[in-house]
Nanobody, 124 residues
Framework: QVQLVESGGGLVQAGGSLRLSCAAS????????MAWFRQTPGKEREFVAY????????QYPDSVKGRFTISRAYAKNTVYLQMNSLKPEDTAVYYC?????????????????WGLGTQVTVSS
């Protein structure tokens, strides 16, 4: 089992920045890939960022590329999502996810463990 706890969400003005954290526990941190997804009411969970278990490859959708950065700190068993130049359309609940298997990194059902989420609200 892997337990994931997100933090760092909040209210920010458009153009501002936030850094989300996801603390992982339960299994060796370097054995699973990590990702961030987001979700708004009535919509499917949307892929935001991905990082491999050894941190050598990252992926982003076009909607956040160049503004968001995912990273992981092995000494702290934590994954971060640095979000810059935030837009109102970035408003959502952000979820951290972990997986052992492969497949499409942007598909939410390819992930084995999820946190409870943290709310990010961007005002215009």
């Amino acid at each position: 089992q892997v337990q994931l706890v997100e933090s760092g969400g909040g209210l920010v003005q458009a153009g501002g920045s936030l850094r989300l954290s996801c603390a992982a526990s339960g299994r060796t941190f370097s054995t699973y890939d990590m990702a961030w997804f987001r979700q708004t009411p009535g919509k499917e969970r949307e892929f935001v960022a991905y990082i491999t278990r050894i941190g050598d490859i990252t992926q982003y959708p076009d909607s956040v590329k160049g503004r968001f950065t995912i990273s992981r700190a092995y000494a702290k068993n934590t994954v971060y999502l640095q979000m810059n130049s935030l837009k109102p359309e970035d408003t959502a609940v952000y979820y951290c996810a972990a997986r052992y298997s492969g497949g499409n990194v942007a598909t939410y059902d390819r992930y084995d463990y999820w946190g409870l989420g943290t709310q990010v609200t961007v005002s215009s």
